[in-house]
């Protein structure tokens, strides 16, 4: 079983749609939890940071934690073609600085 | 803040040949990291620097991969004895992290390696 797990898509909505993207994780230990986009041929760009549980908003992106459920989930509102891209969660936890990476959802914003 | 440069940003090679990559990454951030993404996967960890020290390597990093930060500012990734199985992207990324401030992983555009 994979540390972090994440449906690999493609998910493919109609542009204005609501976007739902999650991963689950396996240990409890982690306590860090990133969303990074990444275009094709193109290096993660951070999207959100949390530590611990709870609820991040920036701008169109919500991050919400559930380290109860080992669930962690990505929201983007009102989404556009340019959000069109795979998204990558990542965890890691206190005793060490290297991200475990899901495998990516690749996300299809229909115009 | 030009962001973390990586160099070459493709690189294609014959089997057994030795290769290097170079990362420069942001100004000031004193953790340096490699990962290597192949299609369809998340980045796997290869390894990580503080300053100058490397502290911490993946068992995905054999003995044919070497890594450093001599100075405690750009690195290199070397790979000897290239394999098909070494054809992936390689990842650089940096962060700032000291005893008050733990930010997070920032990417480069990666060196796409191709193994003929």
């Known amino acids: 079983q994979k540390e972090v797990e994440q449906d690999p898509g493609p998910l493919s909505v109609p542009e204005g749609a609501i976007v739902s993207l999650n991963c689950t994780y396996s240990?409890?230990?982690?306590?860090?939890f990133m969303w990074y986009r990444q275009y094709s041929r193109k290096g993660p760009e951070l999207l959100m940071y949390?530590?611990?549980?709870g609820n991040k908003e920036d701008g169109r992106f919500t991050a919400q934690v559930d380290k109860s459920s080992k669930y962690i989930s990505l929201f983007i509102r009102d989404s556009q073609p340019s959000d069109s891209a795979t998204y990558l969660c990542?965890?890691?936890?206190?005793?060490?600085?290297?991200?475990?990476f899901g495998s990516g959802t690749r996300l299809l914003v229909r115009p | 803040d030009t962001g973390v440069s990586q160099d070459p940003r493709h690189k294609i090679t014959k089997r057994g040949q030795n290769v290097t990559f170079r990362c420069d990454p942001i100004?000031?951030?004193?953790?340096l990291y490699w990962y290597r993404q192949t299609l369809g996967q998340g980045p796997e960890f290869l390894t990580y620097?503080?300053?100058?020290?490397?502290?911490?390597k993946s068992r995905l990093l054999s003995d044919r991969f070497s890594a450093e930060r001599p100075k405690g500012s750009f690195s290199t990734l070397e790979i000897q004895r290239t394999e098909q199985g070494d054809s992936a992207m390689y990842l650089c990324?940096?962060?700032?992290?000291?005893?008050?401030?733990?930010?997070?992983?920032?990417f480069g555009d990666g060196t796409r390696l191709s193994i003929l």
């Open positions: 990324a940096s962060s700032f992290n000291g005893e008050l401030s733990n930010q997070p992983q920032h």
């Open positions: 240990n409890s230990a982690f306590q860090y």
């Open positions: 949390t530590y611990s549980s």
């Open positions: 990542a965890v890691r936890g206190d005793s060490s600085y290297k991200l475990i």
């Open positions: 100004s000031e951030h004193n953790r």
């Open positions: 620097f503080q300053n100058e020290a490397q502290l911490e």
